[in-house]
């Protein structure tokens, strides 16, 4: 149980283009969804926190009109990055929290971003 | 502010041998404290949590880990190393219904 998804696994795109990403949970619905971005080698950095039905909270530094995220649903958030640029290029993953509560975060394969 | 420290970067123990991650947390009361596994190019696996109670927890593929209030450390612990064990290790904490602090991760390297 607890299984989050993600796709696409991984999509190149040129600079300029926006680019959507879809984090589902399949078997469990989850209030509260969680973006994250990995540059290679290094530690998972928090984006946003997404609460279906409200906007998300996004962490500092992190530019809300460039990676736009929307919750609509309880097994659903879309991360959307505007004007993708090389720099943009990341892994980037989402979790899900079990609605109803819980401390424990289920996290997707992830999906990688390549930005030429 | 939480945070959570991963002293060793790297680590190399030969199949079948014992293996010890070190975690460090920072924060004020008792957190909630997590063991994530990542092979390459993969999402995070839980591997095992603490909120309360035992402060020895066993989790998934062997693992277990030992809650040390009096040494704010959470370290993994396997009495014997399989190769497919090779991965990348992430110890995290939280206050609960929030967000997730990672720390910055201990790649695991087996030798046959």
């Known amino acids: 149980g607890a299984v989050v998804s993600q796709h696409p696994s991984w999509v190149i795109c040129k600079s300029g283009t926006s680019v959507k990403i879809e984090c589902r949970s399949l078997d469990f619905q989850a209030t509260t969804m969680f973006w994250y971005r990995q540059f290679p080698k290094q530690s998972l950095m928090l984006m946003a926190t997404?609460?279906?039905?409200?906007?998300?909270?996004?962490e500092q530094g992190v530019e809300k009109d460039k990676f736009l995220i929307n919750h609509a649903s309880l097994t659903l958030s879309t991360l959307t990055v505007t004007s993708a640029h090389p720099e943009d290029s990341s892994f980037y993953i989402c979790?899900?929290?079990?609605?109803?509560?819980?401390?424990?975060?289920?996290f997707g394969p992830g999906t990688r971003l390549l930005v030429l | 502010a939480q945070s959570v420290t991963q002293p060793d970067i790297h680590i190399t123990v030969s199949e079948g041998a014992s293996l010890e991650l070190r975690c460090n947390y920072s924060?004020?009361?008792?957190?909630?404290l997590f063991w994530y596994v990542q092979s390459p190019g993969q999402g995070l696996q839980l591997l095992l949590k603490?909120?309360?109670?035992?402060?020895l927890v066993q989790g998934i593929k062997g693992f277990e880990a030992e809650f040390k209030r009096s040494q704010s450390s959470f370290n993994l612990r396997k009495p014997s190393v399989h190769w497919s064990d090779a991965a990348e290790y992430f110890c995290a904490v939280s206050k609960g219904d929030d967000k997730i602090i990672f720390g910055k991760g201990t790649r695991l390297h087996i030798l046959p």
């Open positions: 979790s899900a929290r079990l609605a109803g509560g819980g401390e424990t975060q289920y």
């Open positions: 603490y909120f309360s109670g035992d402060t």
């Open positions: 924060y004020g009361a008792t957190p909630y």
């Open positions: 997404s609460n279906e039905g409200s906007k998300a909270t996004y």
